[in-house]
């Protein structure tokens, strides 16, 4: 069976509604100490097949010297000093991960996050941000979609 992933794209040069962030939760960077526990999440979130994770050192070697990485575009979600969810974008303005912990999924996160990203982008003057989302992964379809994203491009596996 042939597998598809689907470019998606959000127009940055409309309006935003205000961010809120879901009570309880903090916004942070990503750190030296925060590397651990985010790959976990990382692994965590594309453990069911929409996706893959180096193993931690070749991952935070691949991420830290990426021409396209940029720590301050790297958002992690704390709740009671946990790792809950991650958002992990280019300098290219291309979100290249979105994951939330099972636990915490329905709380808003997902769309706090995305809409943090796009808002982030919109400072540094970028007209759009990408992704890439599988095909099969409704539910991040849904989440995508209700925040404005369209589909660009098609592609077979």
Request: proline share 4%.
């Amino acid at each position: 069976m042939s597998e598809y992933c689907l470019l998606l794209r959000k127009d940055l040069r409309t309006p935003a509604p205000a961010l809120q962030w879901p009570a309880g939760f903090s916004l942070v960077a990503l750190s030296e100490e925060l590397m651990q526990p985010v790959h976990a999440l990382l692994c965590q979130g594309y453990a069911d097949g929409r996706g893959s994770v180096e193993p931690l050192h070749s991952w935070q070697h691949d991420l830290q010297h990426d021409a396209e990485y940029d720590p301050q575009l790297c958002f992690v979600i704390l709740h009671k000093g946990l790792v809950v969810a991650v958002a992990q974008a280019w300098t290219s303005a291309y979100l290249k991960d979105l994951v939330i912990h099972p636990r915490h999924q329905g709380r808003g996160l997902g769309s706090a996050l995305l809409r943090h990203v796009f808002e982030v982008f919109r400072q540094r003057h970028e007209a759009c941000v990408d992704l890439k989302v599988m095909e099969h992964n409704h539910r991040a379809r849904r989440l995508y979609e209700k925040h404005g994203m369209t589909l660009v491009q098609r592609e077979l596996l």
